[in-house]
């Protein structure tokens, strides 16, 4: 039986130096798989996650004819209603915790990957502060140390997957994602797939030029 229903094509586009991870918060089902994904691939704790989905005005509608279309909504000033959003790093072109970070721990490497040096890493937490993303992650953390020494353990976040794509494998988030909700590719690549998919980008300009720079945030 034949049908007109357009599949969704695989949300990883290109791999390696200069691929960026994004999401499309229109195609996100709030089904937990990539938080899954990224728990199996690192053997992480069961309390630790390096990616996880944020609901936005959850129980809500949107707007009339636009409650599928969140960031429609949003450029129109409508409410967008309940939106999941996957949320890890993203490795930002002007990353804010990169800047913050007092020892250098952080680091924008020239592949595009921001990375944690773990052995210069103080626990002082100012990468969380600086995150608008929620992305650095301390589960050795003591609260209450770190509140008043700043010993708040290693930080811990998204890597990218990037041992997978040195070996031309995606994300393990994006590769097992089941509605391509994520998505990695360069710029160019993720703005043609939402255009393709008659999305929009659910980030302000703001965060779209922390994320990927000036000049590329003007593609979307």
């Known amino acids: 039986m034949s049908s007109n ?3 969704m094509r695989q949300g990883v586009m290109s791999t390696g130096e200069d691929a960026r991870i994004f999401p499309d918060v229109e195609a996100c089902i709030d089904c937990g798989g990539c938080v899954v994904a990224c728990k199996r691939t690192w053997d992480s704790a069961p309390d630790e996650q390096r990616i996880s989905i944020s609901t936005m005005m959850e129980g809500q509608e949107g707007a009339e004819g636009l409650n599928a279309h969140s960031a429609r909504a949003l450029e129109q000033g409508q409410s967008p209603g309940e939106t999941a959003v996957p949320m890890q790093c993203y490795h930002c072109e002007n990353a804010p915790c990169v800047s913050v970070c007092p020892t250098d721990s952080l680091v924008k490497q020239e592949d595009g990957f921001v990375q944690v040096r773990d052995d210069l890493c103080v626990g002082c937490q100012y990468c969380l502060s600086a995150c608008p993303f929620g992305a650095p992650q301390f589960p050795e953390s003591d609260e209450g140390a770190a509140q008043l020494f700043g010993t708040g353990g290693t930080m811990d976040k998204c890597t990218m997957c990037e041992e997978r794509q040195d070996v031309g494998k995606g994300p393990a988030c994006a590769e097992e994602c089941a509605t391509d909700a994520i998505l990695v590719g360069d710029a160019d690549e993720i703005s043609a797939e939402l255009e393709r998919r008659d999305s ?21």
Not at 203 to 218: L, P
């Open 5 to 7: 229903k357009e599949i």
């Open 200 to 220: 929009g980008t659910f980030f302000n300009d703001v965060a779209m030029e922390i994320i990927f720079g000036e000049e590329e945030a003007q593609v979307f």
